[in-house]
């Protein structure tokens, strides 16, 4: 993909994600949103270019989202704004943005429909959800209530996973879309050493697409999954019937 | 884990990942060796820090590796080493650590192992795969032969799971390890919310050790799974029966 990697769809949107949390670096957890985010953001024109997980610590996630958040169009953060001592993403996030926080009426109004008595149920730990760097605006958390929140370019979402893809619903439709990019896969049951030099031959013939090889071993049996990317779609269809003149 | 997870095993090493493709970004691919990965290290007494996701495009693999190269005391790569034209990860690494990168003899010699006629076989694809960064040291690949190799503090291997699981059984003997970290899980049904406040206090009574709390959803129903991490295991034991008495 090198040199035609970052043409492809060159005026689309870019993204990038920061997974918050130690369990994932731990390898306790699997992360699952990665994935769900890329695929999504496929299918809407948006290239996810870049992805970072970092610890539960402050230092990190503010050096991330100043990074992140200067270099792409759309920054998304998954973790750490639940209502425990551990969960510091919200407060991180106002300070990597030099803005104040407290907890604010909108928000507190929100988690309380949760609630048969909030007076007695939205505890302190409870009302830290609520707590919402100043300018942000909210993102609706149709599953457990206790909103997520969107401030400059940066969407900061739930980690557990039923909850970042319904807070990502709420926002996918908020974002520019751009054009999807057309893909076609086509296995190719030859070892990519064999495969290799006719196949930068018909990368060669088509500059303007993706063409990217991943090799798999399949019951000892080496072979390759070679995806196209790009547009327009005609163009995609003919390098993909290219590449699968190579098979054996 | 804010204030402790740094110096939770303070002495031990730190790590960093660096997963390269394009078919991990666009959502093709789910990612699996992060997460081999993270296990792998805790056990080892190793502190997997930060990940970063990069396409395949040199500047972004040189910009991440020299970012992480510098900043923690091993890096781990992972993809865009095998035969194809858009495996450009050696070239990068070279040109992260100003080196040059040509066929190299012991490399090759390994390579053509792989084959009954490497004269005929060994063709300029798979002859890629013997290009090795000048002053770096082969990394064994029992599986598919095409070595990884190290330079300086850097692992780079394969992106296919199989191949990056047995080349990082290869690495992990030649690392510092640290001290494995004590670690104990209590699953807790109550709702976060209600969890959270006597949590903080039992956090407080615990101030040297990293414990976070990770909340789920099964059938309706809220409860979080509360982690206690950290050394000696005598101390992480008591702080988990002290999680535990909170349980309803």
């Known amino acids: 993909m090198t040199e035609t990697g970052q043409s492809i769809g060159g005026t689309n949107p870019t993204a990038a994600m920061l997974v918050i949390g130690d369990e994932i670096l731990s390898g306790r957890t699997r992360d699952a949103n990665m994935h769900h985010l890329a695929g999504q953001l496929t299918a809407a024109g948006i290239r996810l270019a870049e992805v970072r997980v970092v610890a539960d610590e402050e230092p990190a996630i503010v050096a991330a989202v100043t990074a992140l958040r200067g270099s792409y169009d759309y920054v998304f953060t998954s973790g ?132 990217g090889s991943y090799p798999y071993i399949r019951e000892g049996s080496y072979g390759a999954v070679v995806v196209v990317r790009g547009l327009p779609e005609a163009a995609v269809e003919a390098a993909a019937a290219d590449v699968a003149a190579l098979a054996p």
Chains 1, 2 share one sequence.
């Open 80 to 211: 750490g704004i639940g209502p425990t001592h551990d969960d510091i993403t919200a407060d991180a996030i106002a300070a990597a943005f030099g803005v104040g926080i407290d907890v604010r009426e909108d928000a507190r109004a929100i988690l309380a429909t949760n609630y048969a008595d909030p007076e007695r149920d939205l505890n302190p730990a409870r009302l830290r959800m609520a707590r919402i760097p100043d300018g942000a605006t909210l993102i609706d958390n149709p599953v457990s209530k206790a909103p997520g929140f969107r401030i400059g370019n940066v969407h900061v979402m739930a980690g557990v996973p039923k909850v970042f893809n319904a807070m990502l619903d709420a926002v996918l439709p908020t974002l520019r879309h751009g054009q999807a990019v057309a893909s076609r896969s086509v296995d190719i049951a030859l070892p990519e050493g064999e495969l290799a030099g006719p196949l930068a031959e018909v990368a060669a013939r088509h500059p303007a697409l993706s063409i």
